[in-house]
Protein backbone atom coordinates (compact mmCIF):
# COMPACT_ATOMS: atom_id res chain seq x y z
CA UNK A 1 0.00 0.00 0.00
CA UNK A 2 0.98 3.35 -1.20
CA UNK A 3 -0.37 6.82 -0.16
CA UNK A 4 0.57 10.49 -1.89
CA UNK A 5 -0.54 13.17 0.01
CA UNK A 6 -0.64 16.97 -1.92
CA UNK A 7 -2.63 19.81 -1.81
CA UNK A 8 -0.02 21.48 0.28
CA UNK A 9 1.43 25.15 -0.23
CA UNK A 10 1.51 28.93 1.00
CA UNK A 11 -1.54 30.78 2.12
CA UNK A 12 -2.35 34.02 4.36
CA UNK A 13 -3.85 33.89 7.47
CA UNK A 14 -7.23 32.96 6.80
CA UNK A 15 -7.18 31.45 3.73
CA UNK A 16 -7.92 28.16 2.98
CA UNK A 17 -6.31 24.64 1.54
CA UNK A 18 -7.42 21.06 0.60
CA UNK A 19 -4.82 18.51 1.24
CA UNK A 20 -5.79 14.78 -0.60
CA UNK A 21 -4.17 11.44 0.11
CA UNK A 22 -4.52 9.01 -2.76
CA UNK A 23 -4.08 5.12 -1.74
CA UNK A 24 -2.93 2.56 -3.82
CA UNK A 25 -4.19 -0.99 -3.03
CA UNK A 26 -7.61 -2.70 -2.09
CA UNK A 27 -7.03 -1.59 1.94
CA UNK A 28 -8.10 2.16 1.73
CA UNK A 29 -12.28 1.36 1.63
CA UNK A 30 -12.26 -0.71 4.58
CA UNK A 31 -10.07 1.08 6.92
CA UNK A 32 -10.08 4.36 8.81
CA UNK A 33 -7.65 7.17 7.78
CA UNK A 34 -5.68 9.58 9.96
CA UNK A 35 -4.15 13.25 9.67
CA UNK A 36 -1.59 13.79 10.97
CA UNK A 37 1.09 17.11 11.66
CA UNK A 38 3.97 17.52 12.94
CA UNK A 39 5.85 21.25 13.15
CA UNK A 40 9.42 22.09 13.27
CA UNK A 41 10.71 20.79 16.97
CA UNK A 42 7.22 19.52 17.96
CA UNK A 43 5.89 16.05 17.73
CA UNK A 44 3.57 14.63 15.00
CA UNK A 45 0.39 15.11 16.48
CA UNK A 46 -3.05 13.56 15.64
CA UNK A 47 -5.04 16.09 13.81
CA UNK A 48 -8.20 14.48 12.16
CA UNK A 49 -9.44 10.72 11.71
CA UNK A 50 -12.26 9.10 9.30
CA UNK A 51 -13.51 5.70 9.78
CA UNK A 52 -14.63 3.55 6.69
CA UNK A 53 -18.02 4.50 7.56
CA UNK A 54 -17.26 8.21 7.64
CA UNK A 55 -17.16 8.55 11.13
CA UNK A 56 -15.19 11.78 11.78
CA UNK A 57 -13.20 13.19 14.93
CA UNK A 58 -10.98 16.06 14.84
CA UNK A 59 -8.03 17.60 17.37
CA UNK A 60 -9.64 20.75 19.46
CA UNK A 61 -7.50 23.08 17.72
CA UNK A 62 -9.09 22.56 14.54
CA UNK A 63 -12.70 21.85 15.44
CA UNK A 64 -15.12 23.88 13.19
CA UNK A 65 -12.04 24.78 11.25
CA UNK A 66 -10.98 21.40 9.37
CA UNK A 67 -12.98 18.63 7.72
CA UNK A 68 -12.52 15.38 6.92
CA UNK A 69 -13.44 13.22 4.45
CA UNK A 70 -13.22 10.65 2.01
CA UNK A 71 -14.21 8.95 -1.78
CA UNK A 72 -13.85 5.24 -1.36
CA UNK A 73 -14.60 4.98 -5.45
CA UNK A 74 -11.45 7.19 -5.44
CA UNK A 75 -9.47 5.58 -3.05
CA UNK A 76 -8.93 8.91 -1.22
CA UNK A 77 -9.06 10.84 1.90
CA UNK A 78 -9.51 14.52 1.78
CA UNK A 79 -8.59 17.17 4.77
CA UNK A 80 -10.47 20.99 3.90
CA UNK A 81 -8.77 23.68 5.94
CA UNK A 82 -10.27 26.79 6.61
CA UNK A 83 -9.73 29.99 8.54
CA UNK A 84 -5.71 28.67 8.44
CA UNK A 85 -3.37 30.07 11.15
CA UNK A 86 0.10 30.53 11.44
CA UNK A 87 -0.03 27.69 14.10
CA UNK A 88 -1.29 25.10 11.67
CA UNK A 89 2.05 25.30 9.59
CA UNK A 90 3.44 21.84 9.27
CA UNK A 91 4.09 18.94 7.37
CA UNK A 92 0.75 17.10 7.27
CA UNK A 93 0.68 13.19 6.71
CA UNK A 94 -1.99 10.69 6.10
CA UNK A 95 -1.73 7.22 7.69
CA UNK A 96 -3.54 3.89 7.42
CA UNK A 97 -3.96 1.20 10.11
CA UNK A 98 -4.56 -1.56 9.01
CA UNK A 99 -5.40 -4.70 11.82
CA UNK A 100 -4.41 -7.79 11.14
CA UNK A 101 -4.20 -11.30 12.86
CA UNK A 102 -0.94 -13.05 13.43
CA UNK A 103 0.27 -15.81 15.52
CA UNK A 104 -2.90 -15.53 17.88
CA UNK A 105 -2.65 -11.78 17.91
CA UNK A 106 -4.01 -8.93 16.90
CA UNK A 107 -1.77 -6.38 15.03
CA UNK A 108 -1.55 -2.90 12.91
CA UNK A 109 0.39 -2.41 10.15
CA UNK A 110 0.80 1.45 10.04
CA UNK A 111 1.04 2.96 6.51
CA UNK A 112 2.50 7.18 6.06
CA UNK A 113 2.65 9.35 3.06
CA UNK A 114 5.15 11.25 2.39
CA UNK A 115 3.74 14.18 4.35
CA UNK A 116 3.12 17.70 2.55
CA UNK A 117 3.70 20.99 3.77
CA UNK A 118 1.44 23.66 4.68
CA UNK A 119 2.59 27.17 5.31
CA UNK A 120 0.65 29.84 6.83
CA UNK A 121 1.53 33.29 6.89
CA UNK A 122 0.44 36.13 9.30
Known amino acids: VQLQASGGGLVQAGGSLRLSCAAS????????VGWYRQAPGKERELVAT???????NYADSVKGRFTVSRDNAKNTAYLQMNSLKPEDTAVYYC?????????????????WGQGTQVTVSS
Open 25 to 32: GSIFSING
Open 50 to 56: ITSTGST
Open 95 to 111: NIKEPYYSGGYYLTRSY
